[in-house]
Every structure is written in structure tokens, then in C-alpha cells.
């Protein structure tokens, strides 16, 4: 069997599908996936960062999460319903594009690989739920803080967000408008809780739970 180039770092799995398909390169902003339309094939990223999202008629977009080395994406075309997300290239990715009829092949082949195929879709499910729970009983400083937290790590003494993040680009992840985010910032720097800088956010201490 022959692998891609550049997927020595991946489990062995992730290998054998991504040899089963056909690699392609997508440019930065490039949209691969577009929500509503008919799923035929999986991407296994070889590199690169990805959004997974969803959007409105007036183009205001909700973020799932971001994908990088490794994730499977599109793989809810297996039940042959339209795609529920769009993806778009983060940065320059590269991608194994795999038939679906490669994917069913390797689930029935291989029972470790389709555990942990189930895995993934078990922890996509337990993301949605958490996104549901906290759009319906928190708050937005409640989201926001909460977010920073969850991708925030240890540096030099302080946390940081290691994501390049713009005030949009967290409206996005929360469910929330820049404006609201643009405020909450502007107190938490006030209250030196964070510093956010060249799209850098830093946190300097815990954030207090309510605002």
C-alpha cells in the first residue's frame, strides 16, 4: 500500500484511508465543503487547519470547531443525507479526498478502525451538545470565558491562546455579535484579566466566572 506524503505522524488507520483517496491541495479561505450539498466523499486532513461551520442567508456564520492533522471531515455522508456543515481552508491544507465507497469498505474490513471512527463521532456529538447547552443557559461573558479556557495553555507563566483569534472570529465560536465581544474585551483588559494583541489573546489571570 502506498500513503501520502506527509502522513508518517498519523495513526495507522488515518494512514490506510487517506491512501485509499486521492490528495488535494486547497489555497487559504478556500470553501471544500459546502453545507446542503450532496456528500460523496470524506477528507482526511494531512495538514493544514480547517473551520467546520454553519451559516445564514445573510452570511452570519456559527463555528463548530477547527480540525487540523489528522480529523476525518464529511464523514456524516455515510447516511447519504446533504452535508449539515460547510469547510473552509484555515490556511494552505492539504487533504486525502476518500470515496465514500472506500469509507464503507474500510468500516466493514476493519472493526478497530470503525471504532474509532465511532469515537469521533461520539465526541463531534458530545461538542454539539455542549455548544446547545451553553448557547441556551449561559450567558455570552459565560461562552466567552469558557472558550478561552478550553484553548488556552501554560506559557512562560501565563495562558495563552495559541489560535490567532479576531474579535469576529470568537463572535463566530460563541454565538455571539463582534459588538458584545468587542465590550466584554474592553472591560477584561480594563480589569487586566487579559491582554489582546496582534489577534494574541493572553490570559494574565483566572477570568471570574460572572460579569
Not at 19 to 30: C, E, I, L, N
Not at 120 to 125: D, E, G, Q
Amino acid at each position: 500500500m502506498t500513503f501520502p506524503s506527509n502522513t508518517e505522524h498519523l495513526p495507522l488507520p488515518m494512514r490506510q484511508l487517506a491512501a485509499a483517496g486521492v490528495v488535494r491541495r486547497f489555497a487559504k479561505r478556500t470553501r471544500f465543503i459546502t453545507e446542503g450539498e450532496a456528500g460523496t466523499s470524506i477528507y482526511v486532513i494531512l495538514s493544514g487547519r480547517v473551520k467546520v461551520f454553519t451559516s445564514d442567508m445573510d452570511g452570519k456564520e456559527f463555528v463548530f470547531g477547527m480540525f487540523e492533522d489528522g480529523a476525518i471531515l464529511g464523514e456524516m455522508a455515510l447516511d447519504g443525507q446533504p452535508r449539515s456543515a460547510s469547510a473552509e481552508a484555515v490556511t494552505d491544507v492539504q487533504c486525502a479526498v476518500v470515496p465514500i465507497s472506500a469509507m464503507r469498505a474500510r468500516i466493514a474490513a476493519d472493526p478497530d478502525f470503525a471504532m474509532e471512527l465511532i469515537k469521533t463521532l461520539i465526541a463531534r456529538s458530545r461538542q454539539t451538545t455542549t455548544f446547545a447547552r451553553r448557547l441556551a443557559l449561559q450567558t455570552a461573558y459565560q461562552r466567552l470565558a469558557a472558550l478561552l479556557d478550553d484553548l488556552a495553555v501554560a506559557r512562560d507563566g501565563v495562558r495563552i491562546v495559541p489560535e490567532p483569534l479576531s474579535q469576529q472570529d470568537i463572535a463566530d465560536r460563541i454565538g455571539a455579535s463582534r459588538d458584545m465581544v468587542s465590550k466584554l474585551f474592553k472591560e477584561l483588559v480594563k480589569g487586566e484579566y487579559l491582554r489582546h494583541e496582534a489577534r494574541q489573546v493572553t490570559l494574565l489571570r483566572t477570568l471570574p466566572a460572572k460579569w
